[in-house]
């Protein structure tokens, strides 16, 4: 079989212990902006159009394994039972490069910023005819890196910090950890790495030094040293989040949102916004939003999960939890929460009100206060308003129940019988009058107690 039409595969390293990080959850489960790094590790690679995925997570973290399987489907899953380096960890998905394999890219789980333009360029070196391919950086700072030793533009060996010559500490082009393999040489040169080094590990590096000595062509292509950000404590997280933040937010700005303090607004891997979107300071989305154009978001609004359909109007104080459906020109206003809901077009919750598993139709309204009772304390069930029905001040609609079209339903009602379209519906205690009773009142206590 020639290489080409052979199949890429990508291993990606999560066998971390993340000891830094002194959490209960594994380090590559940790989230920016609302994915875990793995998941950005995998999506990227999915996005470079590598079909096969092989994962090699650390004894016990079958969490790792279910996050995998969740955003990739088809991956395999390897465990390295004991820690000894990264050519060690490879060698343990040894039985994923099979002989239909064409290229193989190591991946780090913990740098979520590798970009797709390296996984597509450290492919393409492999197929135009390097055995090895390392991907180097020009370091700021190079301690603690491996350094890339280069001869004639090739690759002569990859030299850990730590094993280094003070001459070879010079060397400012560093190693990002990435490395690319043709599938057909990579068994080998697992086999060939020994573990005689300062740290006694296998390091996947070493294979550049061997393939190079064998006669094999190795080459180093080159990324920013903003890909290679890795995390390893809390504080990297977050400087890791804050680098992501400001991608998604220019990345909104340009497709045609309007900012107005681009730092207070947090977005997810996934939020997507349309053109002519006007979103104020401090408002945050959480994964799976879909903003449609000309939607207004006001301060202090929390969405998440929700389509915003086009001309909307949210908050300030708005929140859209998960399944929350606005249609056109809807406006859902001041602490109103919206959950697993559709709002029809033109519909109004101006202030005050939880709409919690329902459909409500297109320009209806409904007042402030109004509770959708949608949970029993066993089970949700669910509350359906008529197109144009009118839903007063203090309502609560106890589901399942139906509100017709046209319908009106008095304030401080509490609905629990079907209310048929065009009724009106109160359910209320009637008011009583006595006349003169609060004049009466004061006679009966004409001097106010002092010390109140
Ligand atoms: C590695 C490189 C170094 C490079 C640097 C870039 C080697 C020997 N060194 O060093 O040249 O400049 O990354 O950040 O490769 N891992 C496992 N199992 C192991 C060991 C590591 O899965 O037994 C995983 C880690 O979780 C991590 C990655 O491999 O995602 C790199 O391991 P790490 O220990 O951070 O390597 P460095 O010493 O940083
Ligand atoms: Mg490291």
Known sequence: MSDAGREALAIVLAAGEGTRMRSRTPKVLHRIAGRSMLGHALATIAEAGIGRVAVVVGPGHDAVAAEARAISPGAEIFVQQERLGTGHAVMA???????????VLIIYADTPFVSVETLRGMRATVAEGAAVVGVGFEAKDPTGYGRFLMKDRRLTAIREHRDATDAERKVTLCNAGLMAFRGRDLPDLLD?????????????????????????????ITCGEDEVLGVNDRAQLAAAEAVMQQRLREKVMREGATLIAPDTVFLSFDTKIGQDVMIEPHVVFGPGVVVENDVVIHSFSHLEGAHVGRGASIGPFGRLRPGAKLGEKSRIGNFVEVKNADIGAGAKANHLAYIGDASVGAESNI????????YDGVNKHHTEVGAGAFIGTNVTLVAPVKVGDGAFVAAGSTITRNVPDDALAIGRGRQEMREGWAAARRQRYPAKKKDH
């Not at 998905?93 to 290229?103: L, M």
């Not at 296998?202 to 393939?211: N, P, R, V």
């Not at 007042?367 to 949608?374: H, L």
């Open 93 to 103: 998905a040894r039985a994923a490069v099979t002989g239909d394999v064409g290229e």
């Open 192 to 220: 060939s790495l020994t573990d005689t080094n300062d740290q006694k590990q296998f390091y996947l590096t070493d294979a550049a030094e061997i393939a190079h000595a064998k006669g094999l062509v190795v080459n180093a």
């Open 367 to 374: 007042g402030a206060g109004a509770v959708f009772c949608n």
